[in-house]
Nanobody, 119 residues
Framework: QVQLVESGGGLVQAGGSLRLSCAAS????????MNWYRQAPGKEREFVAR????????YYATSVKGRFTISRDNTKNTVYLQMNSLKPEDTAIYYC????????????WGQGTQVTVSS
């Protein structure tokens, strides 16, 4: 059973930084991609960043490119999202995601962690 547990959210002033963590367990992840999504109040959930677990290739939404960095620690089965130069519009619940539907599996989500950026 795959489990994704996020941590690291909080309240920060505009221009500040936070680092989110996603601890993954329940299977080997080396063949898959891990994603971060976010959902702001009244808006749809949107893609933020992706990392290929095997080789560390990364992808970013245009809105966060240059400010956010996704990384992983293979020894800890943990994915990180370093968020710098935060803006009030980054305020959202951030979710870790593992989508195994292309491989005949499920689409897994963590419980989410709240990030609030004050102006």
């Amino acid at each position: 059973q795959v489990q994704l547990v996020e941590s690291g959210g909080g309240l920060v002033q505009a221009g500040g930084s936070l680092r989110l963590s996603c601890a993954a367990s329940g299977r080997s992840f080396s063949d898959y991609d891990m994603n971060w999504y976010r959902q702001a109040p009244g808006k749809e959930r949107e893609f933020v960043a992706r990392i290929k677990w095997r080789d560390g290739t990364t992808y970013y939404a245009t809105s966060v490119k240059g400010r956010f960095t996704i990384s992983r620690d293979n020894t800890k089965n943990t994915v990180y999202l370093q968020m710098n130069s935060l803006k009030p519009e980054d305020t959202a619940i951030y979710y870790c995601n593992l989508d195994l539907r292309p491989y005949g599996g499920y689409n897994y989500w963590g419980q989410g962690t709240q990030v609030t950026v004050s102006s």
